[in-house]
């Protein structure tokens, strides 16, 4: 019996200096390795010192950052297709207006394939991308030029929780006129509002009253200039006014808009274009004539119903270069002064048991046969169903007619009637 305690201190004799060696080998070991790893990052850093890195996450990183998307296929039918400018002027003149004129036109489309990052930096910083396989415009329907895009990738500064101003940097959509994004079809209110642009701005906003305002600024296009391209600078702005509420059952919102300069509207900027080289239009020539334009919105719910007004004016004429006019099957030296209002009225219940809306609208311009790459139609009739068939799934069918203006003003007196049935899903 007494031979254990022995022998266990024999073992302890023995075993001591072996553990202190193994101690002193592993210090070893990991200093040696922790000159390799400084080494290798030292090297790492020489080697890719003129590119963008990563930095390290804290453990709760997927707190603070989220992954979402979307896809949204389309199979379009429409009669409308065809020339609409002259390819030797590189004008909207009344003889080349054919898309409107007896064809048939169908197609799939992938609108749009978005990924979208939004990231909580911390209580006053937020960050959101919208990395987008995106399709641009075209004469059936404004879009169907493919093409991958950082769609936005801005930041927000405020803390709403306490204070109500916030400041938002990076590629956005200016606040001028309201809009879906992503819609089945582009309205003309829309085309002759969306702006895209590389701005700042600055911003209020009243959590009780729902008052808010924002005023914002960017480098727009440039002026055309006979000696040569003029002097790039910031050179476009814009201010926002507002109020918007929702409430239990209804709620409602109204906002005035302002632009200094329509010429940067997304699709007015086409206007000149060729039909193959949508950005061969003022985007690349530069403008003449500086027209500021406002936007007024409007918007109410009230239980299942919902309606929503929008018109879009500009202020003053444009050149007769960059958007044309015509009267009488006359070009008109002063250009075009354009306008465009819409109206929609919607209806949601249940299909099944699945969520759904029915809406019908009408649409009306003027003064806009040459805006943009493909013109505006006159008016339009609109029908649109959307179910959501399963989670995060939408389907979803819009039918629209539309009257193009005379011929002797601008347009091919015909009308064209679309369809076009959309699958949505997105992921979060």
């Not at 239990?248 to 206007?271: A, P, Q």
Request: net charge negative; aromatic share 12%; proline share 3%.
């Amino acid at each position: 019996m007494k031979l254990k305690p022995i022998v266990a201190s024999m073992l302890v004799l023995v075993s001591g200096p072996v553990l202190a060696a193994t101690a002193s080998d592993n210090a070893n070991t990991q200093a040696q390795l922790d000159a390799m790893k400084a080494n290798v990052a030292k090297l790492q850093a020489i080697v890719e010192q003129n590119q963008p890195g990563g930095f390290q996450q804290p453990d709760n990183w997927w707190n603070r950052i989220s992954l979402s998307g979307q896809v949204l296929f389309d199979a379009i039918q429409s009669s409308r297709q065809g020339n609409i400018q002259s390819p030797t002027t590189n004008q909207r003149l009344a003889s080349d207006l054919s898309e409107f004129a007896g064809y048939q036109s169908s197609t799939f489309a992938v609108d749009s394939a978005n990924l979208f990052v939004d990231a909580n930096a911390s209580d006053y910083t937020r960050a959101h991308l919208d990395l987008a396989y995106q399709t641009g415009t075209n004469q059936t329907h404004y879009y169907q030029v493919q093409q991958p895009t950082l769609n936005e990738g801005y930041v927000i500064l405020g803390n709403f929780n306490k204070y109500p101003f916030y400041l938002m940097a990076g590629r956005q959509n200016v606040q001028f006129g309201e809009y879906d994004v992503y819609p089945m079809v582009y309205s003309f209110t829309q085309l002759m509002t969306q702006t895209k642009a590389t701005a700042a701005t600055a911003g209020f906003v009243d959590a009780c009253s729902g008052f808010n305002a924002a005023v914002y600024g960017f480098k727009g296009l440039h002026q055309f200039a006979a000696s040569g391209l003029s002097n790039e600078r910031v050179n476009a702005f814009g201010a926002k006014v507002g109020i918007k509420n929702n409430f239990d059952n209804w709620g409602y919102g109204v906002s005035v808009d302002y632009l200094s300069n329509m010429v940067n509207v997304d699709y007015i900027k086409t206007s000149n274009a060729t039909n193959t080289a949508l950005d061969n239009g003022l985007s690349s020539t530069g403008y003449r004539n500086h027209v500021a334009g406002v936007a007024v919105d409007g918007d109410l719910v009230g239980g299942p119903f919902d309606a929503k007004v929008r018109w879009v004016q500009s202020l003053g004429h444009f050149n007769q270069t960059d958007v044309p006019d015509y009267s009488n099957s006359v070009l008109q030296t002063n250009g075009a002064k354009p306008w465009a209002a819409g109206l929609d009225l919607g209806y949601s219940f249940l299909t099944m048991q699945h969520q759904s809306r029915v809406g019908v609208g009408y649409q009306q311009s003027g003064q806009a046969a040459g805006v943009g790459a493909f013109g505006l139609a006159q008016n339009r009739y609109e029908a649109q169903y959307v179910v959501n068939v399963s989670r995060y799934t939408d389907l979803g069918l819009d039918v629209y007619y539309d009257n193009d203006y005379s011929t002797s003003n601008g347009g091919s007196g015909l009308g064209a009637t679309t369809g076009v049935l959309r699958l949505g899903v997105k992921f979060a």
